[in-house]
């Protein structure tokens, strides 16, 4: 049974998922779906998402992580912004921003105390998250600092790969090349911000390189044919996680500068979508238990998420290649049905690890 201390964390995991709802609730919107609405709430897709749903998430597993008391301030001020977003662009994009280096200091005492290459890694990550948040308040297009807010995601869960691969003990050589290319990530993220179509296919190469280099050297690689149920099953979502990285910056490497239209829905969200919801799906069974303290139940029933996630996201993309919008919208469409299905099924089988 769950202790007091970890029923604390309930409604801040509340507030995430709720940012969710409301992103999925705009992504409809934006996808073309009709439905009831709130003034601009189509627009705040992408922020509700990355910095709504994902920033308060992530902040949150650092600060149980590190347990420092005024760190919990840090995912609620974030919460407050998401909130704030939906009444305020302006108040939103600052206080979300202001959580954004709560979190950054966060990251900071985690290098401080553990100074290895995860660590950097994942604070690199959260600059850049920063770094985007405070190009978007000073009024930048989403399409303009789009890279720093991949970045930020690609890093951050970049990082907690080669911690939790450290088992394999990567060569030097292949260190640095990790190294390289992550600078190749931020670099097209600067360039974009003076030549759109240069930095664009920067960044695309440095995800496309990415993709080899987990491919190569992470765990999931190895684990995909494990004896363990739940282990295969993560690595299964891992593995499909860096295929899609792959083909997202092949996208971006390929179009180049996209400030609209169907080929940049599908270069976003080969990399939000097929990179980003994979690894969730991957990493919730490790996530939600170290927040909550209740084991995640694992079901085969799991991979009909999966599989729906990652079907609709071929449906989309193909949509989107072939300027068909029906398949484009019915392909969304099951993207999010993939989404709530993969909450409804965790939060059942949290209920259920913490009744054992």
């Known amino acids: 049974m769950q202790t007091q201390f970890q029923k604390r964390y309930i409604p801040l995991v509340g507030l995430a998922i709720l940012a969710l ?7 409809l919107l934006r996808l073309g779906w009709s439905l009831p609405t709130l003034s601009g709430l189509s627009s705040m897709h992408g922020p509700l998402m990355i910095s709504g749903f994902l920033g308060t998430l992530i902040a949150l597993e650092r600060a149980v992580a590190i347990r420092q008391k005024w760190m919990f301030a840090v995912p609620i001020v974030i919460g407050v912004g998401w909130i704030s977003l939906l009444i305020s662009r302006s108040l939103g994009a600052l206080v979300l921003t202001a959580g954004s280096l709560g979190a950054l200091a966060i990251l900071g005492i985690m290098v401080r105390r553990e100074p290895k290459i995860h660590t950097i890694t994942m604070a690199v990550g959260v600059l850049a998250w920063v770094i985007g948040n405070i190009l978007w308040m000073s009024g930048l297009a989403i399409y303009q600092i789009v890279f720093w807010w991949q970045a930020f995601l690609i890093l951050t869960i970049g990082g907690e790969r080669l911690e939790l691969s450290r088992i394999l003990r990567p060569a030097h050589d292949q260190i640095r090349l990790f190294v390289l290319i992550t600078a190749g990530l931020l670099a097209g993220a600067v360039l974009a911000l003076f030549n759109h179509d240069w930095g664009a296919r920067l960044s695309g190469l440095a995800m496309l390189s990415l993709s080899f280099w987990f491919l190569k050297n992470d765990l999931a690689t190895r684990n995909i044919r494990h004896s363990l149920p739940l282990t295969r099953y993560i690595a299964t979502c891992l593995f499909a996680g860096f295929i899609w990285l792959g083909i997202g910056g092949a996208f971006h490497l390929y179009f180049g500068a996209l400030v609209a239209g169907q080929y940049y829905d599908a270069a976003l ?16 069974p490790i996530i939600f238990p170290a927040i909550l303290g209740a084991p995640v139940t694992f079901s085969p029933a799991f991979y009909a998420q999966l599989i729906l996630l990652h079907l609709s996201l071929i449906i989309r993309i193909s949509g989107d290649l072939l300027s068909n919008q029906v398949v484009r919208q019915w392909g969304g469409l099951f993207n999010e049905v993939a989404i709530l299905l993969f909450l409804g099924m965790t939060v059942y089988s949290i209920i259920k690890g913490a009744k054992k």
């Open 269 to 284: 969200h080969a990399v939000f979508v097929g990179f980003v919801i994979s690894m969730i799906f991957g990493h919730a």
């Open 21 to 27: 709802l409301f992103a999925l609730w705009a992504g």
